[in-house]
T-cell receptor
């Protein structure tokens, strides 16, 4: 298995909802990332997990809560989001957190009403 | 402060032509330079990457040229095809230290190849 999968593909939620995004990889990668991408912009790093431990939090608001239950799985829990949080949320993984190639999933298109 | 500067912002090329996208950086600690291709509604796909110990890397129709002294690198797409129409991002990262592994992206180039 040589890909990163993300579910759901699309998500529409209200500002009071709680939802979760899921990311999975079975390549034996030990670093996993969450990015946010707005239209016509490059991906912006949100969080990095290395060996299931949170290594980087790019000052992301607490309404975004990451979780790494095991080395293959990465979740992003969403609560009380704002309309400006609407974006493509991308998960990526790399063999290790040391400049290795990062492989991206297809993303979850999130719309906050 | 943008760590990697990319140009042009958009590029229109005729089918069969050569597409050239340029990137420049300042931080000499960067030691890994990937290019990503992204189609609308999809995640970025790693296209080709280079490390600073080589000046050129070719994979099929895609070539990276790297000029360490000028701190510039570029992507050349030979025999451009309509299926190459996408957004291309250059990036750079450092293999060690506190910023290890972090990808610094350019702003992207929207490539359109006319049939």
């Amino acid at each position: 298995d040589t890909e990163v999968t993300q579910t759901p593909k699309h998500l529409v939620m209200g500002m009071t909802n709680k939802k979760s995004l899921k990311c999975e990889q079975h390549m034996g990668h030990r670093a996993m990332y969450w990015y946010k991408q707005k239209a016509k912009k490059p991906p912006e790093l949100m969080f990095v997990y290395s060996y299931e431990k949170l290594s980087i939090n790019e000052s992301v608001p607490s309404r975004f809560s990451p979780e790494c239950p095991n080395s293959s799985l990465l979740n992003l829990h969403l609560h009380a989001l704002q309309p400006e949080d609407s974006a493509l949320y991308l998960c990526a993984s790399s063999l290790k957190y040391s400049g290795s190639e990062q492989f991206f999933g297809p993303g979850t298109r999130l719309t906050v009403l | 402060q943008q760590q990697v500067k990319q140009s042009p912002q958009s590029l229109i090329v005729q089918k069969g032509g050569i597409s050239i996208i340029n990137c420049a950086y300042e931080n000499t600690a960067f030691d890994y330079f990937p290019w990503y291709q992204q189609f609308p509604g999809k995640g970025p796909a790693l296209l080709i990457a280079i490390r600073p110990d080589v000046s050129e890397k070719k994979e099929g129709r895609f070539t990276i040229s790297f000029n360490k002294s000028a701190k510039q690198f570029s992507l050349h797409i030979m025999d451009s095809q309509p299926g190459d129409s996408a957004t291309y991002f250059c990036a750079a990262s450092i293999g060690g230290g506190s910023t290890l592994g972090r990808l610094y992206f350019g702003r992207g180039t929207q490539l359109t190849v006319w049939p």
